[in-house]
């Protein structure tokens, strides 16, 4: 029985309606033959009332008796009106029975199709669509049923989940532009406050010739570091902005021409900061699908970060596993500590030894940069010591966003 009701209700609306259809058209007939021999039934027995039957026998060739009867209107006897009445009754029943039964059994079948196979669906979807409008996604759209109106609160559900998901995400785009521009606004009221302070001895002290030449060029020269301070700032604070709007273009790229250029940058940077750095290239492919601007500036922040904390070696591994470009940019430093690990990709993290000129951005960048490229960036320490940025990208999927 059970599986009789899910066949039951998973049946297509247009299987169902043919199943009404003809199943209560089967019962208008029945209903209708049934009324109509209960009717001529009812007639006869009225007319019997004014009828003389005379029998006589009849006997055939082979000696066989027939009693045969024969109905003659007896015209002594008048109808009264009561019969007369129900005879006409009777008559007009006759010419309603196939309309009526009809009829019924069409506005019947049609209202139990409504009740059964569309009226929760259309409320459900009804009262869906009111919550979308109202900005209401806090909910969910179940309908268990596989037919047409199964598939389409399915795709109501996807819908409103994909818009739950998109609010979502751009809420906490907004709830982090928040955040960036409230760390923005604070860590610039230090240098702020400091030109401040110099532009208030300046202005009460020139005036009256009581700062000596050595202290205004060191006041000037101090004014003009926290200038760069902020200039360095605002700059990037502005990447920061741009990286939720980035364009990321995968595209077939040379990978001997790409790890060229990485060991070009990693040799300049080894001769001016007097640190080893080694490239160690595994990718055997000719081409890789990767937008290489990203990937550059992806390794351009690990090694940034890296030459920070480096004693004197840093190491980066390029290879091609299954899908995915890994790059890995390690160095023989303290390594990170186990809240580094925890907070190192957030925005403006810095550890307590960083200097005041790093704002903390890089390693959020080379994670930000890596998950538009479809992969993701991890930190963890070396086995031996040190701290290790492990970036993946992937080289299936083009993207453009």
């Keep these: 029985m059970d599986r009789i009701k899910r066949i039951w209700f998973n049946l297509s609306i247009q299987k169902t309606l043919i199943v009404y259809t003809v199943g209560f058209m089967l019962l208008a007939t029945v209903l209708s033959s049934l009324s109509f021999n209960g009717l001529d039934e009812w007639k006869n027995a009225i007319n019997k009332k004014y009828v003389t039957f005379e029998y006589s026998d009849f006997t055939d060739a082979a000696g066989r008796s027939v009693r045969l009867s024969l109905g003659t209107e007896n015209s002594e006897v008048t109808i009264s009106q009561k019969d007369e009445v129900l005879l006409k009754f009777i008559d007009l029943s006759s010419t309603l029975t196939i309309p009526v039964f009809f009829g019924g059994c069409i506005i019947l079948a049609a209202f139990l199709f409504y009740r059964n196979k569309l009226k929760k669906p259309i409320e459900l979807i009804n009262q869906s669509a009111a919550k979308i409008a109202e900005h209401d996604l806090d909910f969910s759209l ?3 049923s596989k037919d047409e109106m199964g598939r389409l609160c399915a795709s109501l559900e996807t819908m409103r989940s994909s818009l739950e998901n998109n609010y979502r995400e751009m809420w906490r785009m907004m709830e982090e532009r ?25 202005s009460n002290y020139i005036p009256h010739h009581k700062v000596s030449e050595e202290k205004l060029l060191s006041t000037v020269f101090a004014i003009s570091k926290h200038t760069e301070r902020i200039e360095n700032y605002v700059a990037t ?37 007097a640190i080893n750095i080694n ?6 492919d ?24 480096a004693k004197g070696y840093i190491e980066i591994t390029l290879q091609v596993m299954g899908k995915e470009l890994i790059i890995e940019v390690s160095d023989d430093g303290c390594g990170f500590s186990h809240e580094d690990l925890k907070q190192g990709t957030k925005a403006f993290y810095r550890t307590h030894s960083e200097e005041s ?7 959020y960048i080379c994670k930000t940069l890596c998950e538009k490229h479809g992969g993701e960036f991890l930190l963890s320490n070396n086995e031996i010591g040190g701290a290790k940025g492990t970036a993946k990208f992937d080289l299936q999927k083009l993207i453009n966003n």
């Design 237 to 273: 604070m502005n990447d920061v902005q741009k990286l939720e709007d980035i364009s990321i273009s995968a595209r077939e790229t040379n990978a001997r021409e790409l790890v060229e250029q990485i060991t070009s940058t990693a040799q300049m940077l080894g001769n001016q900061f």
């Design 357 to 363: 000129v790093h704002f903390g951005l890089g390693l």
């Design 286 to 309: 000719e081409f890789i699908n990767v937008d290489p601007k990203i990937v550059l500036r992806v390794i351009d922040n690990l090694l940034s970060n890296a030459l920070r904390f």
């Design 142 to 144: 179940r309908y268990e």
């Design 279 to 284: 490239v160690v290239n595994h990718i055997k």
């Design 178 to 202: 928040k955040r960036l521009n409230a760390v923005f606004a604070h860590d610039l009221r230090t240098p702020l406050t400091v030109l401040r302070g110099y532009s208030d001895f300046l």
